[in-house]
């Protein structure tokens, strides 16, 4: 559905139209922002294709755009459900820069967003970039030093994750996309751990955005009966592995902890084939928010780990409660990687735990 919302008028005096289209919409209008939009990669054409061609019970798509006579010139989007959203696609027709485009939908965004009492806004985009600044000046945040994920809170971050993650009931259920607007809430939130997600690329306080999408496109598929392999994405979450293992069921490739009061994922199970040794070994990535360990040995079990595979996993020692869940799973420590990687400038050692 497009909603109007309002007349603006640019850097150079030209006048726009800024509305919002809602999905699903399957309209002229929705036909013409996927073409906008065509540039981005396959998995980025089917999370733009469910969020216009699929009615969800709780994620809402919408899409803020400038028109002149009808075309769609600029986006940005939010996939948003409980208050809490992804922001991207933020994206002008070449020809149509350096207008002040981006900056007029953005401010318009934000406004209702606020408007509609929405909390937390979570997007990645380069550090100190043009993109950074522009996204900085409608008060969106790094969220820590140097770093191109970025927040915007209607309070504070500190206020919203003492309300999101409270102790409480939880429900379990398979990932899917009614939770990728609302996962970026976990990944990005304050805790000790860097290694959080391996198979999602999430090291430190990282954006789910693409890291999830792949296994969700791989679940949708085979809901659909469409097994073809995916060929972008972090890691080899969801896809099919060169060694030729076949997919898990959805049910065991993710699982989330979430929470009966605030609604957004409080803990995450996920595994996939390790890429390099696909036909034998599984990588396992645990997650959750301090005081919901509880949650990630049930999930786990919940992913079937086989028997006639190796499983493993990642820690750091920023964490000791992750490695007593791995312990009650039957991992072992098998060594430490020295200087396996880098965050906030400094290596970082890495466990691999192997079961």
Same mark, same amino acid.
């Not at 600029?74 to 959203?85: H, K, L, P, S």
């Not at 898990?248 to 009061?261: K, L």
């Not at 605030?262 to 996939?272: E, H, Q, R």
């Given at each position: 559905m497009y909603q109007k919302l309002q007349d603006e008028t640019l850097k150079n005096g030209e006048r726009v139209e800024? +509305?919002?289209?809602?999905?699903?919409?399957?309209?002229?209008?929705? +036909?013409?922002?996927?073409?906008?939009?065509?540039?981005?990669?396959?998995?980025?054409?089917?999370?733009?294709?469910? $969020?216009?061609?699929?009615?969800?019970?709780?994620?809402?798509?919408?899409?803020?755009?400038?028109?002149?006579?009808?075309?769609?010139?600029?986006?940005?989007?939010?996939?948003?459900?409980?208050?809490?959203?992804?922001?991207?696609?933020?994206?002008?027709?070449?020809?149509?820069?350096?207008?002040?485009? $981006?900056?007029?939908?953005?401010?318009?965004?934000? !406004?209702?967003?606020?408007?509609?009492?929405?909390?937390?806004?979570?997007?990645?985009?380069?550090?100190?970039?043009?993109?950074?600044?522009?996204?900085?000046?409608? +008060?969106? !945040?790094?969220?820590?030093? !140097?770093?191109?994920?970025?927040?915007?809170?209607?309070?504070?971050?500190e206020a919203f994750e003492q309300e999101a993650f409270a102790q409480g009931a939880t429900r379990r259920e398979a990932l899917s996309f009614e939770h990728w607007p609302t996962l970026p809430a976990l990944s990005m939130m304050r805790h000790p751990a860097r290694v959080r997600l391996a198979t999602m690329d999430v090291l430190g306080p990282v954006l789910t955005e693409g890291g999830a999408l792949p296994v969700l496109m791989a679940t949708s598929a085979e809901l659909?009966?469409?097994?073809?392999?995916?060929?972008?994405?972090?890691?080899?979450?969801?896809?099919?592995?060169?060694?030729? &293992?076949?997919?898990?069921?959805?049910?065991?490739?993710?699982? &989330?902890? &979430?929470?009966?009061?605030?609604?957004?994922?409080?803990?995450?199970?996920?595994?996939?084939?390790?890429?390099?040794? $696909?036909?034998?070994?599984? &990588?396992?990535?645990?997650?959750c928010a301090p005081g919901f360990e509880g949650e990630l040995q049930p999930l786990a079990e919940q992913l079937q780990l086989s028997a006639e595979r190796t499983a493993v996993c990642y820690a750091d020692s920023f964490w000791p409660a992750k490695q007593q869940v791995l312990r009650a799973l039957h991992f072992v420590r098998a060594s430490v990687l020295p200087k396996y990687f880098r965050a906030q400038g400094q290596a970082q050692d890495v466990e691999l735990w192997i079961r």
């Open positions: 800024l +509305g919002l289209l809602t999905g699903p919409d399957q309209s002229k209008l929705a +036909g013409q922002v996927k073409a906008l939009l065509g540039h981005k990669g396959k998995i980025w054409q089917w999370q733009i294709e469910q $969020s216009l061609g699929q009615q969800f019970k709780d994620a809402q798509s919408r899409f803020y755009i400038a028109l002149r006579n009808g075309q769609p010139l600029a986006n940005v989007m939010t996939v948003e459900a409980f208050g809490i959203g992804i922001f991207g696609h933020v994206y002008a027709r070449p020809e149509e820069r350096r207008k002040g485009l $981006s900056d007029r939908i953005i401010g318009t965004l934000v !406004k209702d967003f606020r408007a509609r009492a929405g909390k937390a806004l979570y997007l990645g985009t380069g550090f100190d970039s043009p993109a950074y600044h522009l996204y900085a000046r409608h +008060g969106f !945040k790094s969220v820590e030093p !140097k770093s191109g994920c970025m927040t915007w809170f209607a309070q504070t971050q659909d009966g469409d097994r073809q392999p995916i060929s972008e994405g972090p890691a080899s979450l969801g896809r099919q592995p060169a060694g030729g &293992v076949s997919p898990r069921p959805p049910e065991e490739r993710a699982q &989330v902890a &979430v929470s009966r009061t605030s609604d957004v994922p409080v803990a995450i199970a996920c595994i996939a084939p390790e890429p390099i040794f $696909s036909k034998q070994v599984d &990588v396992l990535d645990l997650f």
